[in-house]
C-alpha cells in the first residue's frame, strides 16, 4: 500500500546519518554514496534539493559537504517528504488524482475507510521527527 519513493528514503538515509554525527560535522555526497551504496548523482540532487529548503546546509571548499541545519528533534520527517516529492505520501491513488484518476470513485467503497488511514498517515509523519529515526 505506502511505498516511500527511494528518493526519499535515500533523502532520510543522508539525514540518519547527519543526525547521528557530532553537530556541525560535514559529510560529503561521495561519502554517503559509498558508505549505504546509493546512487551518487541522484543522491547529489537530492542534497541540493534539501540544502535549497533549508533542511541542511551546503559548505563549499577542500573541507566542504553538508550538514544539517535544524537540530534533529526539531526536523520533521513530513517536511523532509514534501520536499523531496512535493506531496504527502499516499495510502491511495484516489487521493492525489480525485475522480480523475479512478472510475471507481464515486461508487468505492473502501475510499472512506482509506481517507480515515490516510488522515492517521499524514498525523504520524507530522510528529514524527529524524531523531526518532536515530
Sequence with gaps: MLQLSKKVEYGLIALRHMAMKPAGNVVT???LAKEYNLPYELLAKILQKLARAGVIRSLQGVKGGYT????????KVASVIRIIEDSRPMVAECYTE??????????????RP???LQRNLNV???RMTVREII
Design 29 to 31: 555526497t561521495k561519502e
Design 68 to 75: 544539517l541545519s535544524q537540530r534533529p528533534e526539531d526536523l
Design 98 to 111: 480525485g475522480p480523475a484518476g479512478c472510475y471507481l470513485f464515486y461508487n468505492c467503497t473502501i475510499r
Design 114 to 116: 482509506l481517507g480515515k
Design 124 to 126: 504520524l509523519f507530522d
